[in-house]
């Protein structure tokens, strides 16, 4: 704690010794020693906020405004435009540091790609469900048929949607708190992992064990829109995108993020082997604290490898 007060005042006191003595700047050394992924995105992104260079807040500013809204090749411009500011602000010569542009753009790519994707989960998050919506009403039908493809509805509103774990006989009133992210997450993973949705669906019907599928998927969209808002689920995305070629994270990826949660929750609840629904609350907190632990190591990165024995 005390570290922390004063580090500020301290820092440009060591950046200045570590300079002189390894002739590199502090986004050099990042780029050079941290381990790709979380470490470094991490350490990149603290020290482009902290700089007092006024080329680099200027940077920082604008690409914090243009993030939201950025388009992929947009976005993807922001690399090689940031490098050439940071170099010429650093008097970093690319002819005798190669490698800096690459790997402190791609740092740059995440960084600001994880911007995007907060923006892009709120904007779902705040569109209401409207029942009025064909396309809306669309999705809704498919998540049924996903789930139960060999028993039809017999009506629009009926009781037949608490079999899939909504409250009531209109879906559309339970969507209320994560707008239509909740339905997005509950079709992509029955969708995308079918297999593995059916068998929690199942596991959700046990006379005891049993859970409301539905509300519970949504419960979970909030626990990933809170992840992914509050910036902890940055361990996880930094680490992801490491790994994709364009060096940023997308909506798909923030879906599966949530079919993670959704798969793991429902062997957590089990495990816990819960008196009955009661339970849910204390369960549910243990297993989102389990995570948030997981992801003060920066080593962590959820892995969607939902695999199912028996269905």
Same mark, same amino acid.
């Given at each position: ?11 440009? %006191? ?6 002189? %003595?390894?002739?590199?700047? *502090?986004? @050099?050394?990042?780029?050079? #020693?941290?381990?790709? #992924? ?17 080329? !680099? ?27 050439? !500011? ?5 008097? !970093? ?21 994880? @911007? ?5 989960? &709120? ?8 029942? &009025?919506?064909?396309?809306? &009403? ?23 949607? @608490?079999?899939? #774990? ?11 708190? $994560?707008?239509?992210? #909740? ?34 998927? !949504? ?26 070629? @364009? /060096? %940023?994270?997308?909506? *798909? ?10 798969? &793991? ?12 629904? $009661? ?19 920066? /080593? ?9 024995? /028996?269905?």
């Amino acid at each position: 704690m005390f570290l922390e007060r004063i580090f500020p005042y301290i820092r440009p %006191f060591i950046k200045w010794f570590l300079h002189v %003595f390894t002739r590199l700047c *502090e986004l @050099q050394r990042i780029c050079y #020693g941290a381990r790709s #992924g979380a470490s470094r995105t991490r350490q990149v992104e603290r020290s482009l906020r902290l700089s007092k260079n006024s080329d !680099i807040k200027r940077l920082v500013f604008e690409l914090d405004e243009a993030a939201p809204f950025a388009e992929d090749r947009e976005l993807l411009y922001f690399a090689p435009r940031a490098a050439h !500011i940071v170099m010429r602000a650093k008097s !970093i010569k690319s002819t005798v540091h190669p490698d800096f542009a690459r790997l402190f753009g791609n740092c740059v790519t995440s960084i600001w790609g994880y @911007q995007r994707l907060q923006h892009q989960v &709120e904007e779902l998050r705040a569109e209401k469900y409207d029942s &009025e919506d064909l396309e809306h &009403e669309q999705k809704l039908l498919q998540l049924w048929q996903l789930l139960m493809p060999e028993t039809p509805l017999s009506a629009r509103i009926t009781k037949q949607w @608490q079999d899939i #774990g909504f409250q009531g006989d209109d879906p559309k009133t339970d969507f209320r708190g $994560m707008g239509l992210l #909740g339905l997005e997450n509950l079709l992509y993973f029955a969708s995308a992992y079918n297999d593995a949705a059916k068998h929690v669906l199942l596991h959700s019907m046990h006379p005891t064990l049993g859970y409301t599928y539905a509300i519970v998927g !949504i419960n979970l969209t909030s626990m990933a829109y809170k992840l992914l808002k509050s910036g902890a689920a940055r361990t996880h995305f930094y680490n992801q995108a490491a790994l994709h070629k @364009q /060096n %940023f994270s997308s909506l *798909e990826d923030f879906h599966k993020l949530y079919c993670y949660l959704f798969f &793991e929750f429902d062997r957590y609840w089990l495990d816990s082997d819960p008196r009955d629904i $009661m339970d849910f609350r204390e369960i549910y907190q243990s297993f989102e604290i389990t995570k948030l632990e997981a992801l003060h190591n920066d /080593n962590t990165l959820f892995k969607t490898n939902l695999i199912v024995e /028996n269905v």
